[in-house]
């Protein structure tokens, strides 16, 4: 992107002639706010100037520097900027050091100084400080719930049909999408196994994905599984395979994971947390189907009866055979650590019934809406102590997602999604699981935890707000740094707007919208919104920039979707991201979060 720019304050026309590399002229460009101009050309002879106006900082900023600073003072101090940090952004446990900390990565940034001739902001620096996502932030980046609890108790990010890489009828079957999931966060991984002749297979069956081998796809996992979050990863399988594969596989898993692999002696009554089994990987599934059983029984009915000679060692070698295959399959049942199932009786009946051991049951979307209609309270009694997988509907060949929400609002810890499409349903599972420092468990509210006696009904309107979210936003750059001049518009700037979104419970949910800056790649909106909340546990704040277009549908400029709980209050830096969830390098909002 081609632009005459004025030279940055601090910063001499030479120090671009003494080869400084792309990526520093890069963050040079997005300090210095500077202003300049573009030249837009229109029916290839007629040039259009537009003037880029300085970034100054709202006026809320500069009130709130002088606040925080010596009467007439121009710069702030370390104390001073502690003293800001603590009462203004209620971010009380922050150090004397952690100030000096910001100081000097602000001052590095903003005018290339290592070894530093001041240990103070100016009101410039502060604002860059405050437009700074690394240092400041909308939602805290450590591990900070509790992950004692037992595994029902968290909402576990979870892929479905984790090896595609694209539709669900035709795509390549492949490790990348499990290496890409797995580095995103993402804690439980699903394969499909189906048999050929004497292998084990990975692919969406009855379709035309190509596969891919059932041990690379162990391997990716057990090379990438914790590189993102030390705590467990899930595998469930949907297992199509004969015993003898069966026994094939139980063999693939033990020998790739080894001592990585997690499953318990006995069946399990409760689950254990997720901080006891940190760095370990667990298989979920379906027992092997009984009919081992039954053939066990016929085997020792027809011990009793009398045999021919010449049958004995024929059926001596059968049953050898079938020794050898029932240990095969004892030992794949073995390492089965959620045992998954379709109940024998009805899915009410299921919901009902007091389980021990716990289990895994699985419902499509269609099926939880349906049983939510009639069975809410069941269902948020089911997830107490038992696990619920709800996954997307055959139809959706697309790799399409639905909302969320709804297995949320009853408990359901792994709501399972294609990770691999984007759209407004994967922004919000993005959003969920920027939780508890991206780890890939958030630990449901209590509101989903609590006695039977007090279930949280998902169905109750009439609920009393428990707090309001004000939130405030500002103004946005670095679309100029990430974009071509013309990408929005072929003849001006961009005329950006913002739409900010509440999603959750249905009396929480609202819809609200900015003006039109017309012309400007850095707009200043200057708008505060309020959002009442009644289940502020399980809302996400939506944020979506647009650019307004006339004639046609208006572009894209960047998305992002936060959990409210783990909103930090004061003014944040909040980045944007692209369609599939991709961060962009230098485009964020100044906005301000208030909990009244």
Request: charged share 25%; net charge neutral.
């Amino acid at each position: 992107m081609k632009k005459s720019k004025k030279s940055q304050k601090g910063v001499t026309s030479n120090d671009k002639n003494k080869g400084m590399g792309k990526e520093k002229e890069r963050e040079k460009k997005s300090s210095s706010l500077e202003s300049g101009s573009y030249n837009y050309k229109m029916f290839s002879f007629f040039n259009r100037k537009f003037k880029i106006n300085e970034v100054e900082p709202p006026s809320d900023v500069n009130k709130a520097f002088s606040l925080f600073t010596d009467e007439g003072s121009t710069h702030m101090t370390a104390e001073q900027l502690r003293r800001f940090m603590s009462v203004h952004q209620c971010e009380v446990s922050t150090r004397l050091e952690d100030a000096q900390n910001i100081i000097e990565q602000v001052v590095n940034r903003r005018h290339h100084i290592t070894k530093f001739a001041r240990h103070t902001l100016n009101v410039e620096d502060f604002f860059h400080f405050l437009l700074s996502d690394d240092l400041n932030g909308p939602i805290r980046t450590q591990v900070h719930h509790d992950m004692s609890a037992p595994l029902s108790h968290y909402f576990i990010y979870t892929g479905h049909n984790s090896y595609l890489t694209g539709n669900q009828l035709s795509s390549d079957c492949s490790e990348v999408p499990i290496i890409k999931a797995l580095q995103n966060g993402v804690r439980v991984i699903e394969l499909d196994l189906w048999p050929s002749k004497d292998e084990i297979l990975v692919l969406h069956g009855r379709t035309l994905t190509t596969p891919v081998s059932f041990i690379q796809c162990l391997t990716s996992i057990k090379e990438y599984a914790f590189v993102s979050s030390p705590y467990p990863v899930i595998i469930t399988l949907e297992d199509h395979l004969t015993p003898e594969l069966q026994a094939k596989a139980a063999d693939m898993i033990t020998q790739t994971f080894e001592t990585m692999l997690y499953y318990p002696e006995s069946d399990l009554t409760e689950f254990p947390s997720p901080e006891s089994l940190k760095y370990r990987i667990m298989i979920s599934t379906k027992p092997p189907k009984e009919y081992l059983e039954v053939r066990s029984k016929d085997a020792s009915e027809d011990e009793s009866s009398p045999k021919d000679d010449s049958d004995a060692s024929e059926s001596d070698q059968e049953d050898e055979d079938f020794k050898s295959l029932q240990a095969g399959v004892s030992g794949y049942k073995r390492l089965i650590t959620i045992h998954a199932g379709k109940p024998k009786g009805s899915l009410k009946t299921a919901l009902k019934e007091v389980t021990d051991p716990v289990r895994r049951l699985s419902l499509s979307e269609h099926q939880l809406e349906k049983l939510a209609g009639s069975h809410g309270l069941d269902i948020v009694r089911f997830t107490q102590r038992n696990i619920l997988r709800v996954y997307p509907k055959g139809t959706r060949f697309t790799s399409s997602n639905y909302k969320p929400t709804i297995g949320w609002m009853h408990g359901a810890q792994m709501v399972a999604f294609n990770m691999q499409g984007y759209g407004k349903s994967l922004w919000l599972m993005h959003g969920m699981f920027r939780a508890n420092g991206g780890c890939g468990y958030v630990i449901k509210p209590d509101i989903l935890t609590r006695s039977a006696d007090e279930l949280f009904d998902p169905k109750a309107t009439l609920l009393p707000v428990q707090k309001t979210l004000k939130v405030k936003i500002y103004m946005g750059d670095g679309w100029r740094l990430d974009f071509k001049h013309t990408h929005f518009d072929a003849y001006s700037p961009p005329d950006f707007y913002t739409k900010i979104f509440i999603v959750g419970v249905p009396a929480d949910e609202a819809k609200k919208k900015t003006k039109i800056i017309e012309d400007d790649w850095c707009p200043v909106w200057d708008e505060e919104f309020s959002f009442p909340l009644t289940v502020p546990e399980l809302a996400l704040l939506r944020i979506e920039v647009r650019e307004y277009d006339i004639s046609e549908k208006d572009d894209f400029g960047g998305q992002t979707c936060l959990p409210v709980p783990e909103l930090r209050t004061g003014f944040r830096s909040v980045p944007l991201h692209d369609k599939k969830g991709v961060k962009h390098k230098n485009v964020r909002l100044l906005m301000r979060f208030e909990f009244v």
